[in-house]
């Protein structure tokens, strides 16, 4: 074929879009270039990796590389696409000391984001990582191990860089953790951490964490993290990580904090230099903009995942969620498209959900009133506390339910939830009314399953919804 689908990065969003491609369109060649090693492997679950919960690399694994040979797709790794050429419509490629053109007839950048670092002094030192690779995961589990309980040779993944597991296997392990960010990775970092009996500090630069998920949450993982000895600094600025060759402490607001391992957590930048000097064009976010297609400013060029923008289900514009789901879905719509079914890669709500040992937390949409101010609406949030079950049956819990709307017309914004009996799952009620432009009212008005062993008659959603709708109609 003389119209290749090329696709740069062999993650979620690429192998999604090059597998879709493929299965719809078998006679066309699909070639995906992978700068590094691994491919579609899960992010997400590196934490539960080195608490020990997941047992081997090879579970993070979505597809193995004979996998997606199996699929019919050209997967080549250890090639990194380093320039496009959309005049010639030609990728450079760099691999094994040569350079080469690839011809494409679509192509799909699909290069994620990487970890951001680079504003900590000492994020370098030895002892210090962020949980963005399937390396760094396999390295700090076997730091946090005994020598004598771990042998690197039999640290399962047929890519893992053995020569960094077994410079940490043989180290003693560490007794105090600092975590820099008080964000997803930070606060399940904290329970990682916690399952080895360290002496575990995080510290956050705001008052509170997990910020985008409101004070009501905030509140309740502080607690829970408090609870299960986790010292927190809040409201602490982190100058650097002091240390020679290695971490030794932490320096926060003047205060030196010993340490033996740290692990910053402070968010992740997309990855765009590939298309820097091309006309593709970058989002107020700093990620790839692209339409409801998934397509950027250049014809046939598309971007999907977490170094692309979407377009928000509540404010109408376009936003940066780099979430798991938005990156398969995105990638599988344009790879369908790029086989000849135009397909909508469809809106986001930045719905997210996070574990603080047994608090449960969970958030859609916009739950912030200057955000919501900003996007041209007039926010009103009521919080409220209500069963998971019927009160009379064994496990119920409570859950703190804090939902937002629309004084002028109603319409529900967002929300969050926070709890310990399957509390997270049920901000899929909220983000699904989100996607139908729902009013308080009619969340009010579902009809929600009910029996004592899952949710009691009125399920807390639906008392959100009644309380808040009862303030807006005063």
């Not at 986790?230 to 030196?256: K, N």
């Not at 010993?258 to 091309?278: F, M, Q, S, Y």
């Amino acid at each position: 074929m003389t119209d290749p689908f090329v696709v740069v990065g062999g993650d979620a969003a690429g192998l999604s879009a090059a597998s879709k491609c493929k299965r719809e369109d078998p006679d066309r060649d699909v070639v995906v270039f992978e700068k590094g090693q691994w491919v579609s492997y899960a992010h997400c679950g590196m934490p539960y990796y080195v608490k020990g919960e997941v047992a081997g690399l090879n579970d993070l694994l979505s597809l193995t590389p004979d996998d997606v040979a199996d699929r019919g797709i050209d997967l080549r790794r250890g090639h990194e696409v380093v320039a496009v050429d959309p005049d010639d419509q030609t990728v450079t490629v760099e691999a094994d000391d040569r350079r080469f053109a690839q011809p494409y007839g679509d192509l799909l950048v699909a290069t994620g984001a990487h970890a951001v670092s680079d504003p900590i002094e000492g994020a370098a030192l030895d002892g210090a990582f962020t949980m963005h690779s399937m390396d760094a995961a396999a390295a700090l589990r076997a730091y946090l191990t005994p020598p004598d309980q771990v042998d690197p040779t039999e640290v399962d993944g047929e890519f893992v860089d053995r020569a960094r597991v077994e410079r940490y296997a043989a180290m003693e392990p560490p007794e105090t953790a600092a975590i820099v960010g008080g964000g997803y990775v930070g606060v399940e970092m904290a329970e990682a951490f916690s399952a080895y009996d360290l002496d575990v500090h995080l510290f956050q630069r705001t008052d509170r964490l997990l910020p985008p998920f409101g004070e009501a949450v905030g509140e309740a993982v502080a607690d829970e993290l408090g609870e299960h000895g986790v010292t927190l600094h809040l409201g602490a600025e982190v100058e650097r990580i002091a240390g020679d060759d290695r971490v030794a402490a932490v320096v926060a607001d003047g205060e030196r904090v010993p340490a033996d391992v740290a692990v910053v957590g402070i968010g992740v930048r997309p990855n765009t230099a590939l298309v820097e000097g091309t006309p593709v064009e970058l989002g107020e976010s700093g990620a790839i903009a692209t339409d409801e297609y998934g397509e950027t400013s250049v014809d046939g060029v598309y971007a999907a995942g977490d170094c692309a923008e979407m377009t928000h289900a509540v404010t109408g514009e376009p936003d940066w969620v780099p979430l798991g789901l938005t990156a398969n879905r995105a990638g599988r719509a344009v790879g369908a498209t790029v086989a000849g079914d135009p397909s909508l890669v469809g809106d986001i709500a930045g719905t997210a959900v996070v574990k603080a040992f047994d608090v449960e937390c969970g958030r859609t949409g916009v739950v912030d009133h200057e955000r919501a101010r900003d996007a041209g609406f007039d926010p009103a949030s009521e919080t409220i506390t209500a069963g998971s079950r019927s009160g009379y049956y064994p496990g119920a819990a409570p859950t703190t339910v804090t939902l937002t709307a629309d004084r002028e017309t109603g319409r529900l914004l967002g929300g969050t939830i926070v709890g310990t009996d399957r509390a997270a799952v049920r901000i899929d009620t909220v983000a699904t009314a989100l996607d139908q432009d729902a009013t308080v009212a009619e969340v009010e008005r579902l009809d929600l399953a009910y029996a004592p062993p899952f949710s009691p008659v009125w399920d807390p959603v639906l008392v959100a919804a009644k309380v808040l709708n009862g303030s807006l109609e005063e």
